[in-house]
């Protein structure tokens, strides 16, 4: 049984089985694999589902729900919640559709809603967090939103600008140009409210993600519970509550995806999902989902672009992250740095030009005054690869143990739980 737009009803959606909810993992191109390597279909490569079945449409949807006048409904959600005036949306970060089988054990509240309430969407390209949280915030591609990576070089410097670490400069309304969701849904009257760790309250990437909304800082699962909650239930009128929760992608990232420490992040996640749910108001809805998955690297798969040579010729500026890299060069040497990488990396990535990048369609349409801030070459790692960069970037990106942001379906591919109170 579905919806409209091929939601499928609450009651009806299986449990994960492969990308696209069919007993079969999407196949949509992508590299040839070294003879010998064997890949499941987590490792496939998945294309984002923009307008339809990506996480850019989840805050149009739910504004839709809410009656906020031209918000359209990609995801049909209006006819799986009527009469809802309140929504909230938790993104836990790193929990991607893929890991879900490996989180159940530790999460049997989160195992359960994703059997009778969930299905999979794709999150944007890259798959990376601020290119996700500000996608979410202004149901835009990246291509438009022009937040297109993890870092990037700011056009006519040689400048890399990291989103983590972002403050003022650049200016986050000039660099994010894009009227986010949270901004229509208050122009609207629907009351808007962020949740977040304190610490990311007044940042570079939260003005560019989710300006328009009053912010409310948080630090840990209780207080992001109860936080949530009291937002939801303040009003009488229309309301929006984001929240997010960012400790299973940085266990992940430290410790690997099913360490000990990755566990019990899942397990904190299951209690904030069971409080959550409980504390739903009648005529209010909560919708779970995420920015990306995870996969580990082991580190026979790791590439060190400041130790080979040949990967250091002609390139003058380094940005992106060990998945997905930005590579910014001398005048004239374009060619020559595509003969060079795919000379040394080989099956393990697709070294691509700019223009080459932006006809794939992964970042949607791109306005000319983002392209500068793509490299004049685009390397997309397969499989379980990375290139690393461990002396012009910090040193804890090489002991990292999990990644992500290119497009493999454990990376590409998130959850949506649909659940009303």
Excluded at 262 to 271: F, K, Q
Excluded at 346 to 374: I, K, N, S, Y
Aim: net charge negative; aromatic share 4%.
């Amino acid at each position: 049984m579905t919806g409209p737009a091929g939601v499928p009803a609450p009651d009806a959606v299986p449990a994960p089985a492969a990308p696209d909810g069919r007993g079969e993992p999407v196949l949509r191109g992508g590299p040839s694999y070294a003879p010998g390597v064997k890949k499941g279909p987590f490792l496939t490569p998945v294309a984002p589902e923009y307008g339809g079945g990506s996480l850019a449409d989840v805050l149009p949807s739910a504004l839709a729900v809410l009656g906020v006048p031209g918000a359209g409904d990609p995801l049909g959600l209006t006819a799986v919640l009527p009469g809802v005036r309140r929504i909230a949306v938790l993104l836990v970060d790193g929990l991607g559709w893929h890991q879900i089988p490996t989180a159940a054990p530790y999460a049997p509240t989160l195992a359960g809603l994703v059997a009778t309430a969930g299905r999979p969407l794709t999150c944007g390209f890259p798959s990376t967090t601020p290119t996700s949280l500000v996608t979410l915030g202004t149901g835009a591609a990246s291509g438009a939103h022009g937040v297109l990576g993890f870092t990037l070089r700011v056009p006519g410097t040689d400048r890399v600008l990291n989103h983590i670490d972002w403050a003022d400069d650049p200016q986050p309304l000039r660099w994010q140009p894009v009227t986010t969701q949270l901004e229509r849904a208050r122009a609207a009257g629907v009351a808007v409210t962020v949740v977040s760790r304190p610490e990311f309250g007044g940042t570079g990437l939260t003005l560019a993600a989710n300006r328009g909304g009053d912010y409310r800082g948080a630090a840990g699962v209780d207080a992001l519970a109860a936080t949530m909650l009291a937002a939801l239930a303040a009003g009488p009128g229309p309301t929006l509550v984001s929240g997010y929760h960012p400790d299973v992608d940085r266990n992940g990232h430290l410790s690997g995806v099913d360490s000990v420490p990755w566990r019990t992040a899942v397990a904190e996640v299951d209690a904030l999902l069971a409080r959550l749910v409980d504390g739903l108001p009648a005529d209010a809805a909560l919708l779970v989902t995420a920015d990306h998955g995870q996969l580990d690297v082991p580190a026979g798969h790791r590439f060190d672009l400041d130790t080979d040579p040949r990967l250091r010729a002609g390139v003058r500026v380094v940005a992106g992250e060990p998945r997905v890299r930005y590579l910014h060069v001398a005048p004239g040497a374009t060619a020559d740095v595509v003969a060079a990488w795919s000379g040394v990396l080989g099956a393990a990535a697709r070294v691509l030009t700019r223009a080459e990048a932006v006809a794939t369609g992964w970042f949607g349409p791109v306005p000319e005054e983002h392209l500068g801030r793509l490299g004049d070459v685009v390397v997309i790692c397969n499989d379980t690869y990375a290139v690393m960069a461990s002396r012009s970037e910090s040193p804890v990106l090489s002991r990292l143990v999990a990644f992500h942001g290119a497009d493999t379906a454990a990376e590409m591919t998130i959850p949506l739980l649909v659940l009303r109170g």
